[in-house]
């Protein structure tokens, strides 16, 4: 079960995708003079500028390859630390650990993303930039975030692979910090089957981290830059037919994330009161996705059971975002000296036990979001789920 993005293809990505088609030109560079070129990936890129109101943009692979290749921009070399939260996706860690750098875990609080207090205890001389990662579309808490950035004179990297579109503050997450990656795959907010974006307003992490996407090239090359190339590179350029779908799913951002914060809302209100339960804290209420609705119960004891009884779990025992169901990224850690496997974090292991998520757009037993309704779901559906959610409070108490 995929992303809201997923509910939503339809006759808009088959029009884009069918030009490119048609086209027999499927690679993101050519001249921007011949009409046959469709440039769907430089517009997706000028889109997302426009939008988001930052200088630069740059269209990847994956989210994976756009965290990657912004940190490779801002410099993370062998050794250094990069401080990220102990409730993310793999990639956050494996991004870090493949620009040679350290991933230096980080406590959650009540946001179920990175305590800004516990960022300032794991700063030491060898940190290199803070990863903040805007878990299930919910914003950091950035300005917190930013002030200890420009305190301590450390650059921030967002990893807003699930929080396409959500705002702090009224800015767009990923364009907050330096540099910031975004995720087009299959379960994210909008989706291109897969593929990533970068944002940066600064122009020497944008022609850096573009020249490590392609070769050391200098962005938009129409030719070969013999004598020009500064650093070393690798490929993780879109294509022309993943730029056109990723386009025509940008365009539908707005209005999916109307529906989004309208049936979190609607599905919020109707389980608001449920005994021993609360919500976890929102740092932007108006700017969040609307992706999921998490709740906290009081003891790890009721989350287990009322998972139980509607066929899901509290989010410790899901598959993908929980550092210690993570046995090849806590081997690493245990190479370099990490604290890791469960009890390394005792703050997020208590939450993530009494947390559960219930699927509002992105529905994914992966996330510990089988459970729930999803874009397309009816005022009636959401009353159901509400309900069934409800009944299974009452009978676990
Ligand atoms: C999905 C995700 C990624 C990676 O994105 P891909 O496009 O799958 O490579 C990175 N970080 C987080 C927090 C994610 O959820």
Same mark, same amino acid.
């Given at each position: 079960?995929?992303?809201?993005?997923?509910?939503?293809?339809?006759?808009?990505?088959?029009?884009?995708?069918?030009?490119?088609?048609?086209?027999?030109?499927?690679?993101r560079?050519?001249?921007?003079?011949d009409?046959?070129?469709?440039?769907?990936? &430089? #517009?997706?890129?000028?889109?997302?500028?426009?939008?988001?109101?930052?200088?630069?943009?740059?269209?990847?692979?994956?989210?994976?390859?756009?965290?990657?290749?912004?940190l490779?921009?801002?410099?993370?070399?062998?050794?250094?630390e990069?401080?990220?939260?102990?409730?993310?996706?793999?990639a956050?860690?494996?991004?870090?650990?493949?620009?040679?750098?350290?991933?230096?875990?980080?406590?959650?609080?009540?946001?179920?993303?990175?305590?800004?207090?516990?960022?300032?205890?794991?700063?030491?001389?060898?940190?290199?930039?803070?990863?903040?990662?805007?878990?299930l579309?919910?914003?950091?808490?950035?300005s917190?975030?930013?002030?200890?950035?420009?305190?301590?004179?450390?650059?921030?990297?967002?990893?807003?692979?699930q929080?396409?579109?959500?705002?702090?503050?009224?800015?767009?997450c990923?364009?907050?910090?330096n540099?910031?990656?975004?995720?087009?795959n299959? &379960?994210?907010?909008?989706?291109?089957?897969?593929?990533?974006?970068?944002?940066?307003? #600064?122009?020497?992490?944008?022609e850096?981290a573009?020249?490590?996407?392609?070769?050391?090239h200098?962005?938009?090359? *129409?030719?070969?830059?013999?004598?020009?190339?500064?650093?070393?590179?690798?490929?993780?350029?879109?294509n022309?037919?993943?730029?056109?779908?990723?386009?025509?799913?940008?365009?539908?951002?707005?209005?999916?994330?109307?529906?989004?914060?309208?049936?979190?809302?609607?599905?919020?209100e109707?389980?608001?009161?449920?005994?021993g339960?609360?919500?976890? *804290?929102?740092?932007?209420e108006?700017?969040?996705?609307?992706?999921?609705?998490?709740?906290i &119960?009081?003891?790890?004891?009721?989350?287990?059971?009322?998972?139980?009884?509607?066929? *899901?779990?509290?989010?410790?025992?899901?598959?993908?975002?929980?550092?210690?169901?993570?046995?090849?990224?806590?081997?690493?850690?245990?190479?370099?000296?990490?604290?890791?496997? &469960?009890?390394?974090y005792?703050?997020?292991?208590?939450?993530?036990?009494?947390a559960?998520?219930?699927?509002?757009?992105?529905?994914?037993g992966?996330?510990?979001?089988?459970?729930?309704?999803n874009?397309n779901?009816?005022?009636?559906?959401?009353?159901?789920?509400?309900?069934?959610?409800?009944?299974?409070?009452?009978?676990?108490?």
């Amino acid at each position: 079960m995929p992303g809201p993005g997923a509910y939503w293809i339809g006759e808009e990505e088959k029009k884009e995708i069918n030009e490119v088609v048609d086209s027999k030109y499927w690679f993101r560079y050519g001249n921007m003079k011949d009409p046959n070129f469709k440039h769907k990936v &430089f #517009d997706l890129e000028q889109e997302l500028c426009q939008k988001f109101q930052c200088q630069h943009a740059l269209a990847t692979t994956s989210g994976t390859a756009s965290l990657l290749v912004s940190l490779l921009a801002l410099g993370v070399k062998p050794g250094d630390e990069v401080i990220v939260p102990a409730y993310t996706f793999v990639a956050s860690y494996t991004s870090i650990i493949f620009a040679g750098g350290v991933p230096v875990l980080t406590e959650i609080n009540d946001s179920l993303t990175i305590d800004p207090e516990e960022i300032k205890k794991r700063i030491t001389p060898k940190t290199k930039a803070i990863m903040p990662v805007h878990m299930l579309g919910n914003p950091c808490d950035m300005s917190a975030i930013m002030d200890i950035a420009s305190e301590k004179g450390l650059p921030v990297i967002e990893d807003a692979c699930q929080a396409f579109g959500a705002q702090y503050g009224g800015k767009s997450c990923g364009t907050i910090g330096n540099i910031g990656a975004f995720s087009l795959n299959f &379960f994210k907010t909008i989706t291109s089957g897969d593929g990533g974006l970068v944002a940066t307003s #600064d122009k020497d992490l944008y022609e850096r981290a573009f020249g490590f996407h392609d070769q050391g090239h200098l962005p938009n090359r *129409t030719g070969v830059e013999v004598g020009n190339r500064l650093i070393l590179g690798l490929n993780f350029r879109m294509n022309e037919l993943t730029g056109a779908g990723a386009l025509a799913q940008f365009r539908k951002l707005p209005k999916l994330l109307t529906r989004l914060r309208t049936l979190k809302t609607s599905l919020k209100e109707k389980l608001r009161g449920t005994p021993g339960i609360r919500f976890r *804290t929102i740092n932007d209420e108006a700017g969040e996705c609307g992706t999921l609705l998490t709740v906290i &119960f009081e003891t790890a004891e009721k989350a287990k059971a009322v998972g139980e009884l509607l066929g *899901t779990g509290p989010i410790a025992r899901s598959g993908w975002h929980v550092y210690s169901n993570m046995e090849h990224v806590g081997a690493h850690l245990a190479s370099v000296g990490q604290p890791h496997g &469960f009890g390394s974090y005792p703050k997020t292991d208590d939450l993530l036990l009494r947390a559960m998520n219930i699927s509002v757009g992105v529905v994914d037993g992966g996330l510990g979001a089988g459970f729930g309704v999803n874009i397309n779901s009816t005022d009636e559906e959401v009353a159901q789920v509400a309900d069934r959610f409800r009944n299974a409070v009452a009978q676990t108490s």
